[in-house]
């Protein structure tokens, strides 16, 4: 059992994120299998769980190759619709489906964004990768992951920074080279140094000039595992992903959902809806950037976008997809009291209420009867749960509509 040790703890606590600018710092770590990183001493890691909302259980349906891995972990969406099935990027379709800092942009055109990777194919087009509409303001390719490093804590030196999306490669070379297996030495090796780069470009990030005025999000992720000396294939050790996301809104809390194992090449992502998925990361990410922002619903409903936010904030791009209807939930996130808020101008009948863990079971649940002409307003205590991230889900006979809640 890992224990989590809080190294970068101090980087979320007492800070208050109603007048801070909103940034994303997001590192990829290629090829890191789930099982390892638990076996692994990684103490940088421990410290970002200790303080977020994590899982070693995250889905990757889709191809379990570089390329298609990172085009649908940064657009939100499965190749089928990006159209990346290897490494050359040939067939992408970025002008449908593009990374989701381009997304952000069409609602905050001054947002800076900057992406480094020591891999050469995601971030350079004149070698045939061809990863336009990425959004990024600069795409920067060192020739070493040590390197990779070093920019990235010089680019955290800018003020106007806004989104920084961070590549490491090696441990993917060293389960290619020796084996993706928590049993192979030099595999864990890697993984355990990387954690130490990773802590460098965490401190950088607590050390920025304006830091207290600014309110990031820490995503933190692989792309896929591996087994043997490669990956591909439809095994769970190649599938299963992990992820953590920490900040100043975000819970501590694991995500564990048990979900049978296949070895389709293909298998439904609708089966897997419940669980946390490769595909959520970027759509929490532009959750954390626009949700202060008033947006219409329907003009996100448009992006097609397969990956759901795991924030709670209860924004456009959880209603384009758990939603037949609208409602709103004050506060969220919050300590357990709230109320949530059904609208006159619902077309809704008399309804049940039901609030899930994150298993699926019911913990709580009423029935409303609706008044016309009036909102149907219901105040809720859950004082007595536990921190985590918890479903609120509201059905009449014919409708059904699902919201998160985060209780810190």
Known sequence: MKKFLPLVALIFIGLSASAQERKVLFIGVDGVRSDALIQANTPTWDSLTSVGLYTFTSWHVGITVSGPSWSSMLTGVWQDKHGVTDNSYTGSDFNSYPYFVTRAKEHIPTLKAVEI???????????????????WDASLNPPTDDAVEAVAVTQLLDPDLDVLFVHIDD????????????TVTPYMSQIEYVDSQIRII??????????????????????????????????????????????????????SIDLPNTLELFPDPADYRDAPMLVDIAVTALDHLLQPLNIDPEQQTAWN???????????????????????????????????FVVGSDIELNDFTWEVLDLSGKLVTSGMVSRSPGLDSQVEMNITELNTGVYSLRISDDSKISVRRIIKK
């Not at 384009?320 to 939930?329: L, P, R, S, T, Y």
Request: net charge negative; with cysteine.
């Open 117 to 135: 990777s020591s891999w050469t194919p995601m971030c350079d087009v004149s070698v045939g990768g061809a990863v336009y509409n990425n959004g």
């Open 171 to 182: 441990v993917d070379a060293q389960g290619h080279g020796n084996g993706f297996s928590p």
């Open 202 to 255: 965490l401190n950088a990030l607590k050390n920025r000039a304006n830091y207290a005025n600014e309110d990031w999000l820490v995503l933190m992720t692989t792309d896929h595992g591996g087994i043997g000396t490669g990956h591909g294939g439809p095994t769970t050790v190649e599938r299963e992903i992990w992820w953590v996301a920490a900040g100043n809104n975000v819970p501590n809390t694991e995500i």
């Open 305 to 339: 976008l397969d990956g759901q936010s795991w924030l709670g904030y209860g924004t456009y791009i959880e209603e384009a997809k758990n939603a037949d209807f609208d409602f709103e939930i004050y506060p969220n996130p919050n300590e357990g009291e709230f109320r």
